[in-house]
Nanobody
Framework: QVQLVESGGGLVQLGGSLRLSCAAS????????MGWYRQAPGKERELVAR???????NYADSAKGRFTISSDNAKNTVYLQMNSLEPEDTAVYYC??????????????WGRGTQVTVSS
């Protein structure tokens, strides 16, 4: 089993910044990719940003230029630096990881989520 533990959410004012962290632990052979999704009330869960262990990244259009995803492969940890936050960024942010338990067997895991609230 694998656990994804998120931290760093909270309440911030318009234009502020937050840094989310997510650490994976447990039975890990390797990690294919880690990322962040978010879900606002009444909306579907959507990708925010994703990073592979080789460093390739992709971002939602809403995150480009404001958010930066990074990772520390030695710590199995992914970060999301969020700047210039807007009320529209208010959501529960979920960590996601594709974990290999063997070289040819991967399972997708989700964290429990961390609330980000941006006040105007």
């Amino acid at each position: 089993q694998v656990q994804l533990v998120e931290s760093g959410g909270g309440l911030v004012q318009l234009g502020g910044s937050l840094r989310l962290s997510c650490a994976a632990s447990g039975s890990i052979f390797s990690i294919g990719a880690m990322g962040w999704y978010r879900q606002a009330p009444g909306k579907e869960r959507e990708l925010v940003a994703r990073i592979t262990t080789s460093g390739s990244t992709n971002y939602a259009d809403s995150a480009k230029g404001r958010f930066t995803i990074s990772s520390d492969n030695a710590k199995n940890t992914v970060y999301l630096q969020m700047n210039s936050l807007e009320p529209e960024d208010t959501a529960v942010y979920y960590c996601n990881a594709m974990i290999y338990h063997r070289s040819n067997y991967a399972v997708e895991y989700w964290g429990r989520g961390t609330q980000v609230t941006v006040s105007s």
